[in-house]
């Protein structure tokens, strides 16, 4: 389990931007032609300056970003987006350009990684087809309840998609673009893995409150427009959302929203951390400066992320998937007989109507007719 979480901030499991052509081919034009006498040391030297010199002191930032400080003096700016907004990609670049961070940490896991290298057409195509196969690769990935669940959300981002005509993500492959164009600038993905997500968020409803959020999720159908959206980016609003939400399903809440909260906390501690420059040589003694870090996460993670910055986090506890409850077997035994069940019953009722619809054709009519007459002759 601790392994798992250390692949959060791992370089193995980072996505790394590599530095675009824009950064890089600025180097001959300040060398004057002499880019071969150029050491590692002096090339780094040249593009930690280009960066300093684009970093301002007093960012000019969108309303939306709430700076952080952590106790080394590492600054992070957290930009609050809704999922489905144009105007949140523009907050992200701005954000990015102003401040030309260290690390970019998103509100993705390696699980969701896809959206970043996946252009708008096919990411819309995705969203809108919800298959029998996708559900079938999502019971494989995360149990029948969790991979049932995972299709229904899924099922929820279709519609905003088909309504909105836009799919979602943009602000983190907007965020991925951006910080290939800073220097030496890491992108983390920072977000709980997200069958850990689906499975402790199972766990924690009843039956009832499974069959509840089911049917409210599958009978979804409320037109949302762009302004909905939009509206979603002013905190009072987000907070009655969620208000009425806790009050429906809290277990609900505590899982997919309160501990992301805390393991979105911990992923921006984790990237804020200061940097050791590099040394001309092991004589030179070391020097280490203030990380700048900005965080891309949902508007209503904003909240929590605040409110966890300054307290001590307890990650293994909401990294652990409880093991299933007597109620919960039963009721999973009970799906699959009532699925089965169904089935069966569906097959011999369509068995049933086949034979019938068969017999009474002409052609068929004819035939038995013939073979009736023809028995009783031989």
């Known amino acids: 389990m601790v392994a798992q979480l250390e692949l959060s901030f791992h370089p193995q499991a980072d996505v790394e931007p ?7 081919g600025s180097v001959p034009r300040v060398l004057s032609g002499e880019p071969q006498n150029l050491s590692d040391m002096d090339a780094f030297n040249l593009l930690l300056e280009m960066k300093l010199k684009r970093r301002r002191e007093q960012p000019n930032l969108p309303r939306t970003v709430t700076q952080l400080v952590a106790e080394d003096g590492s600054r992070v700016y957290v930009v609050g ?36 290298k996946m252009d708008e057409r096919t990411l819309l195509r995705e969203a809108r087809e919800v298959s029998l196969e996708k559900l079938q690769q999502a019971v494989r990935q995360n149990g029948l309840m969790s991979g049932l669940m995972q299709m229904l959300l899924l099922k929820v981002s279709a519609h905003i998609t088909e309504q909105l005509g836009m799919a979602p993500g943009g602000e983190f492959r907007e965020a991925f673009k951006e910080a290939s164009k800073v220097p030496f600038c890491k992108f983390h993905l920072g977000d709980r893995p997200i069958p850990v997500t689906f499975k402790r968020a199972i766990a924690a409803l009843s039956f009832w409150q499974k069959v509840k959020l089911a049917w409210g999720l599958c009978f979804l159908s409320d037109p949302i427009s762009k302004d909905d959206v939009e509206r979603c980016k002013q905190k009072d609003l987000l907070e009655q959302m969620m208000a009425e939400m806790i009050g429906e399903f809290p277990d609900l809440h505590r899982t997919i929203v309160a ?6 906390t911990h992923a921006l501690r984790q990237a804020a951390r200061r940097l050791e420059l590099p040394r001309a040589s092991e004589a030179e003694p070391r020097k ?29 506890e909401i ?25 069966g019953y569906g097959l ?3 068995g049933r109507r086949t034979v019938s619809l068969v017999l009474s054709l002409p052609a068929t009519q004819y035939c038995l007719q013939r073979a009736s007459e023809a028995r009783p002759s031989q």
């Open 319 to 343: 990294m652990t998937v409880p093991p299933p409850s007597i109620s919960g077997r039963v009721s999973r035994l009970a799906l699959k007989a009532a699925f089965f069940g169904l089935l």
């Open 81 to 116: 987006t809704a999922h489905f907004s144009d105007d949140s990609k523009r907050d992200v670049v701005k954000t990015i350009r102003e401040v030309q961070p260290d690390v970019v940490v998103v509100e993705l896991c390696q699980y969701r990684v896809s959206m970043l």
């Open 18 to 24: 590599v530095l675009t052509s824009g950064a890089s």
């Open 348 to 350: 011999y009722w369509m």
């Open 288 to 316: 280490c400066v203030p990380s700048v870090v900005v965080g891309v996460v949902g508007m209503g993670h904003v909240p929590g992320i605040e409110k966890n910055w300054s307290t001590e986090l307890n990650i293994q």
């Open 259 to 264: 501990e992301r909260d805390v393991y979105l």
